[in-house]
């Protein structure tokens, strides 16, 4: 069978710590921090190479220097990676990709400003043979087989995979302070991929910061996610991340302390959406911005931004409002979410 698009892809499962290898070995991939992209080739020479998302949509046209590379690669190709772009300073940059995949207009400009890679992470057919029923160490074994080969040079990229877990846990601590390098994923050696399925694990590097207490969803007594906001060099209190769902001893201590904002809060008639691309708009609650959290989150940032939702740790009612480290410059007014492995 011939894999065609949309094909969803293999998925992880966040866990905390690097798992102990099952009995047939485990390998350990980079998580780099960009689009998760499933790639197609077809006629290569005359650029029959298409570019679907983790959801779907179809982004060749947004990415004509892929595109225009695609002669590198062989026909009845299909590669599973993560989709990056370097921004001026020639660091990976998930701003820049976002201002790539925005638009079509102008695409060529963009590509010579901020050029994409992509980082090959599986290969899942093979001149026409799917793979998928075959081990993760075999596909790997084809993938590194394909990149001498045919001698593939950016922007098509190889993830780097160890199966030495020292190797990993050092991965995870060190090359997680590059940015646009936000953890390592796990997968069995014996493993097949199996689509919409998450059978890898990934680990992001976390660390704990404090935050102000702006918001709630839920209610002053029951609050359930908090608004976690940092002011700005101009005073301007921002939006900097959320939080998942509170448990309910963690939400007890924090309603006791909650009070109700009056009208002068600073996001009074500020819309809030639930994630990044989506229109699904909060409702919430705002609250006297006078406590401060201490919050666990990975490295993934835009601008100052939690991109993904941060776990509440603890209240910190040694730390006033004013000693909470402010934010260098100015953030977008919303917070945005995943759209990764």
């Known amino acids: 069978?011939?894999?065609?698009?949309?094909?969803?892809?293999?998925?992880?499962?966040?866990?905390?710590?690097?798992p102990r290898p099952?009995?047939?070995?485990?390998?350990?991939?980079?998580?780099?921090?960009g689009y998760r992209?499933?790639?197609?080739?077809?006629?290569?020479?005359?650029?029959?190479?298409?570019?679907?998302?983790?959801?779907?949509?179809?982004?060749?046209?947004?990415?004509?220097?892929?595109?225009?590379?695609?002669?590198?690669?062989?026909s009845g190709l299909v590669l599973d990676g993560e989709l990056v772009v370097l921004d001026e300073n020639g660091q990976l940059s998930f701003p820049a990709l976002q201002r790539r995949a925005a638009t079509v207009r102008g695409a060529q400009a963009l590509a010579a400003a901020l050029p994409a890679h992509f980082i090959a992470f599986d290969v899942l057919q093979v001149e026409g043979r799917e793979l998928l029923d075959e081990p993760y160490a075999a596909r790997r074994a084809l993938l590194e087989g394909l990149f001498v080969e045919h001698g593939l040079t950016p922007p098509w990229t190889l993830c780097p995979s160890t199966t030495d877990m020292a190797t990993a846990e050092e991965w995870l601590n060190e090359w997680t302070r590059t940015p646009g390098i936000e953890g390592i994923v796990i997968k069995s050696l014996t493993g097949q991929y199996r689509p919409g399925v998450r059978g890898w694990t990934k680990v992001r590097r976390r660390e704990s910061f404090e935050a102000i207490i702006g918001g709630v969803t839920g209610s002053l007594r029951r609050p359930n996610v908090l608004l976690l906001?940092?002011?700005?060099?101009?005073?301007?209190?921002r939006l900097v991340g959320k939080t998942v769902p509170l448990k309910a001893a963690a939400a007890q201590d924090v309603a006791a302390l909650l009070t109700p904002a009056g009208p002068e809060h600073p996001w009074t008639g500020v819309r809030f959406t639930a994630r990044w691309g989506s229109r699904v708009l909060l409702d919430p609650v705002l609250v006297a911005p006078?406590?401060?959290?201490?919050?666990?989150?990975?490295?993934?940032?835009?601008?100052?931004?939690?991109?993904?939702?941060?776990?509440f740790v603890r209240l910190r009612r040694d730390v006033p409002p004013e000693?909470?480290?402010?934010?260098?410059?100015?953030?977008?007014?919303?917070?945005?979410?995943?759209?990764?492995?």
């Open 1 to 18: 069978m011939t894999l065609n698009p949309p094909l969803e892809p293999m998925l992880a499962q966040a866990r905390d710590a690097i």
């Open 22 to 33: 099952g009995p047939g070995g485990a390998a350990a991939e980079l998580k780099f921090d």
């Open 37 to 74: 992209a499933l790639l197609f080739t077809t006629d290569t020479r005359g650029g029959g190479l298409l570019v679907q998302s983790r959801h779907g949509t179809m982004l060749q046209s947004r990415f004509p220097d892929l595109v225009s590379a695609a002669g590198q690669l062989p």
């Open 229 to 237: 906001g940092r002011y700005d060099n101009t005073g301007r209190l």
């Open 290 to 311: 006078d406590q401060v959290a201490e919050v666990s989150t990975d490295t993934a940032q835009d601008h100052g931004v939690w991109r993904h939702p941060v776990r």
């Open 323 to 341: 000693r909470v480290p402010r934010l260098g410059h100015a953030i977008p007014p919303s917070f945005k979410g995943d759209d990764s492995i």
